[in-house]
């Protein structure tokens, strides 16, 4: 079981604190719950900022979506790779962006760990505010990337420091 939270559902919002809980606690909440049907259909999600929260829950993979009113669910396949970017972090125009890139990069790989690694440090057209790895000033940015491998009976997780790497 892996759980992703991204701030924001699908727009920018505007921020109503304070919230009831954090979206770090409730991603760790979600491992209480048998399965991810459980959490959608029992956790209290009222009072909760919005976020987007990708799910791989034993052989199923969900997008989960939470606007602060309404569940969005979506049932993907897990044969195909996706691309998502915070809402709050980039409008729509830097996240067509972003997928035009991974949708360009998606047409040359075989999706082996290294190439989706080499995706994450160097995709973008040189702007620093949205490319995939992002530097606003220093004031908000990219700092590491987090590479889950899950394999037939074993899952591998590298996190890799951005900032001591020198990025």
Not at 25 to 37: E, N, P, Q, R, V
Not at 72 to 84: A, G, K, M, R, V
Not at 91 to 106: G, M, P
Not at 132 to 146: A, D, G, H, K, Y
Request: net charge neutral; glycine share 4%; aromatic share 16%.
């Amino acid at each position: 079981r892996v759980v992703c939270v991204l701030n924001g559902a699908f727009t920018l919002h505007k921020r109503k604190p304070p919230y009831r809980l954090s979206r770090g606690i409730m991603a760790l909440d979600f491992f209480s719950y048998k399965t991810a049907g459980d959490f959608f259909g029992q956790f209290d999600f009222a009072n909760i900022e919005p976020f987007t929260m990708v799910i791989y829950d034993r052989t199923e993979l969900f997008e989960y979506r939470w606007d602060g009113k309404k569940q969005y669910i979506s049932f993907l396949e897990t044969d195909q790779p996706y691309i998502w970017s915070s809402a709050t972090l980039y409008d729509a125009n830097a996240r067509a962006r972003r997928e035009q890139w991974f949708e360009q990069w998606k047409e040359q790989q075989t999706y082996q760990p290294e190439a989706i690694r080499h995706f994450h440090t160097h995709a973008g057209d040189g702007d620093p505010w949205n490319d995939v790895i992002m530097n606003r000033n220093n004031l908000v940015r990219t700092v590491s990337i987090t590479q889950v491998i899950k394999q037939k009976h074993a899952v591998d997780m590298h996190y890799f420091d951005l900032l001591r790497a020198g990025h």
